[in-house]
């Protein structure tokens, strides 16, 4: 499985950009699809996570609760994460990755996309 993530740039605080993933590859093979984020200094964290099978269960972390959507088209093998309401503390690395088990939170998914930088100004 190969992911290709996108979308990130710079914005200022309060605004809204939406990250897409692209997944090809052996995709009927993965159970859940995430984003995960590395800020400078810091360990890579959860951020968002949706159910690639049947069922449309998605899990958040706290932090990004209220502001951050993940969503899912499986005919497009395309996941988003819409996020809106950009604080300067979500400046980061994101990725997007994908597991053939269903290990929500953990940075042990099975393949990783390269990453695309937001950076959100104060």
């Known amino acids: 499985v190969q992911l290709q993530a996108s979308g990130g740039g710079l914005v200022q605080a309060g605004d809204s950009l939406r990250l897409s993933c692209a997944a090809s590859?052996?995709?009927?093979?993965?159970?859940?699809m995430g984003w995960f984020r590395q800020a400078p200094g810091k360990e890579r964290e959860f951020v968002a996570a949706?159910?690639?099978?049947?069922?449309?269960?998605?899990w958040y972390a706290d932090s990004v609760k209220g502001r951050f959507t993940i969503s899912r088209d499986n005919a497009k093998n395309m996941v988003y994460l819409q996020m809106n309401s950009l604080k300067a503390e979500d400046t980061a690395v994101y990725y997007c990755?994908?597991?053939?088990?269903?290990?929500?939170?953990?940075?042990?998914?099975?393949?990783w996309g390269q990453g695309t930088l937001v950076t959100v100004s104060s």
């Open positions: 990755a994908a597991d053939r088990r269903l290990r929500v939170d953990s940075v042990e998914y099975d393949y």
């Open positions: 590859g052996r995709t009927f093979s993965l159970r859940i």
């Open positions: 949706v159910n690639w099978g049947g069922g449309r269960s998605t």
